[in-house]
């Protein structure tokens, strides 16, 4: 028989929202009914939507403010009963833990009814009957998705509160990171006179304070700074806990809606299993709520555990072994037989010499409580549920196969599984791209044009793009790129980089200039080179809109040429799959921002230059570096440009015949880290056009008062002017 626990009346919070922002007296008197008590926030809602469709703004603003308020502070409200209640029934359960099996099911509904009672009664005290009422599917979807504050956007711009509209569309668009109707009007709020900087705030930011921590503590870890790193990942730790506490007290069962009487024994049993089930699942639920970030929709499975294990390596790091220790015992919690963890131990107790008491602090005290509670739950549950066919999910992965009983432990097993896999899946299906770039804006140069987009590459920011160059641009980059490697390549003396089978020659701006000066190449195509970044940037700016700006990162043209002789049986590839700002690590589809990959990279441009060569495809994948995307094949003027970051891997395919020219760039949206070779060239190119006469020595006193004072500063920023200026007229 199936239970249904959609139909069972337990307060669902499947997007809980507790903000902790204080009730003032004039929000408390404007959410209360004429009784004093809380009104009924979804009716607050649908009162704000149709003062909305009527376009009486003043009282949509009112509504909907009055809806958002409510609900938070019937969230509060709930906890706070939560709390009070949190020991009522405690002899039924105690009970049931010791009983033989046969008064279970009478055991959980005396506990469920005892507890809903005093839930009931400390709720009645502040909450009107009717709000007591769980609300409908549609609305918790409705807050859940922020789109209280879609209306709200609009309500405050026909308000001509612009601080308010943009708070609201900023707060959505946290949420809703693809709509790009918001991201529109939040630029055009940017550009308004008035708006302040502090009015992009998202209202529902204490929810996400977790995000913050887990963010600065990863960011810490990767510039190595561990004590930074054990701060950061002890806060987000300790905040995530108590999300998922908070998230956990709103699961109470609705005390208007209690269990009828059944009349049969089996009809108790089948009740108390279906009220139980209901209750546990949406605890659950804040296991995965809690590790799901608005508006992105891969869950981190296993999140506790998985900050445990970073805190504890931060600890080793920073050379805190006791710390080290007591972060191991709570990870231990989870996994009480993780080998790994044990050996850990095992060390860290011979180092301290046995002194490895943890002082039972901080985080293991509360993990210890956590995991109890949830461990005590789920027996009660899965004792119950021992002699009845139904299905369940359980988003812990750590939950001990002795708390699940022998009949049910086959079933659990394929739930895991399958829990897995639909993890897998969903990270594949639903690449969210966190960088900030959005792929779609116009490519404002005459005849480029845009052969492929994020569809036809099969993937998140990327792009195909023709008619950067001509084929006499081309020509003329391959011939500079010929002479250049015949008097040394700019790769440092590695000349095979990625592959033994190939030979590889870089050049920059900055050199090929250098060899204009000293007579090996001619001016024009050094210029050229450089000036082809220009074009570039002004596409990939264009392109991929973002709020930032960009700088050059680093440009260089590469050729890479089949060693004769060197082809045969030949199975690896040009250039490795990889992703440009992170070390990518298929098993777990991570990617770590540390050296060596160039974390500050943010968006990524290759412009081919021939197409007279064997192999050299260059090829995106997916996270697990294998499943290949989308092929691009080079030719002259052809760019595939993307961002940087981990949804875009890619890699080259060996060049096994010929010679494949590609102008490689990179741009950051930190100043910090542009180029400052590029400036440099740019820094002597001034100097060089400004003294045609002069002596040749004469441009190193020139580049060096370009770098240390501000006399050069405008000369070189109209030579820019005047490059952009001429690439505007293409
Ligand atoms: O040459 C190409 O097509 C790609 C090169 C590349 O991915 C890189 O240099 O990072
Ligand atoms: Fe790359």
Partial sequence: MALLSNTTPVYVAFFFILNSVSITAGSRLSSESSSGLLSPYDELYYRGVRAYFREDWERAAEFLEKSISTRDMLLRTRRKCHDECLTAGDDKVSKLDTADGSLWDLGVLDWIQVRAECVRFCMGRSVSPAALLPVSSDIEYEFGTRNPYNYLQVTYYKLDKMDKAASAAHTFFVANPSHLEMRNNIEKYKRMIGVKDESFQDREREQEQHWEMYDAAVLAESSSDWAKAVKKWKECVNETLKQTEECRAQCVMAPRVLPEEPDTAQGVYERAADLSLSLLSCKQMCVTLVSTRPGRVSALEDFLPLQLEHLHIAQFKAGDLKGAVETLRSLLLFYPTDSDSLSNLELYSQTLEGDTEAQETGPLQEIAKYVSRALQEKRLLYFGMANLDFKFSDPDLWTPEDVVPEALRETWRAEKEQLHEKLKQGQKVEEVDESGFYAGGPV????????????????????????????????????????????????????????????????????ALKLAQDGHVNQSDARLLHEIGETVKVLMDSYFRSHSSLYFAYTHLVCRSAIPGQQEGRSDLSHPVHVDNCILEPETRQCWREAPAF?????????????????????????????????????????????????????????????????????????????????????????????????????????????????QGKERSKERDRVTGRRDEL
């Fill in 444 to 511: 404002p140069v005459v005849g480029v044009t845009i052969t492929m987009d994020d569809q036809g590459l099969n993937g998140t920011n990327r792009v195909v793009l023709d008619g950067v160059l001509s084929q006499s641009e081309c020509d003329r980059l391959m011939q500079l790129a010929a002479i250049a490697a015949s008097v040394g390549d700019g790769y440092r003396g590695r000349r095979s980089p990625h592959t033994p089978h190939e030979k590889f020659e870089g050049l920059t701006v900055l050199r």
């Fill in 599 to 711: 974390t500050h990279r943010d968006l990524s441009a290759v412009v081919y230059l021939n197409d007279d060569f064997e192999g050299g495809d260059f090829f995106f994948t997916d996270r697990d570096t294998k499943t290949v995307t989308a092929k691009v094949k080079p030719s002259c003027g052809r760019l595939v440009g993307f961002t940087s970051g981990p949804v875009n891997p890619h890699g080259v395919t060996a060049v096994t015949e010929g010679r494949r020219c590609a102008l490689a760039l990179w741009f950051t949206t930190e100043k910090l880290h542009r180029d400052m070779e590029r400036e440099e060239a740019e820094a002597l190119w001034t100097a060089v056009g400004q003294s045609v006469k002069e002596e040749k020595g004469d441009t190193e006193s020139a580049l060096k008062s370009a770098r240390s004072g501000r006399s």
